[in-house]
């Protein structure tokens, strides 16, 4: 990270995604970084001065979340971020059909 401009990624996702991101700061003074994620303009995420961190940020529509970062004075900075994506826990509840499948597979085991 080398200019003040903000350096952001966007990551597509579904209704149901949840993402998992992490990252840290090495350089001068690496507190002296913001960090933001958003969704159609809406803020999930939003920290400042925190050289490392760790969040979970859950989609609200199909579209992108964008992920930024952007230092706060006129250090370099390197930034070395992981970013997984994933599907939200189901709300839908087992039938009655799949229940019975589980027990007629367990008695073949």
Request: hydrophobic residues 35%; negative net charge.
């Amino acid at each position: 990270m080398k200019t003040n401009e903000k350096y952001c990624f966007a990551i597509p996702v579904d209704i149901h995604s949840v993402l998992d991101v992490d990252y840290t700061i090495s350089g001068v003074n690496p507190d002296e970084v913001d960090f933001t994620a958003a969704q159609d303009g809406i803020y999930l995420e939003s920290k400042k001065n925190q050289r490392q961190g760790e969040y979970r940020l859950e989609a609200m529509s199909k579209g992108n979340i964008d992920v930024c970062w952007k230092k706060t004075d006129t250090k370099s900075k390197k930034l070395d971020f992981n970013v997984k994506r994933n599907m939200a826990h189901s709300e839908d509840l087992a039938d009655l059909n799949t229940l019975v499948s589980l027990k007629d597979d367990l008695t073949l085991l």
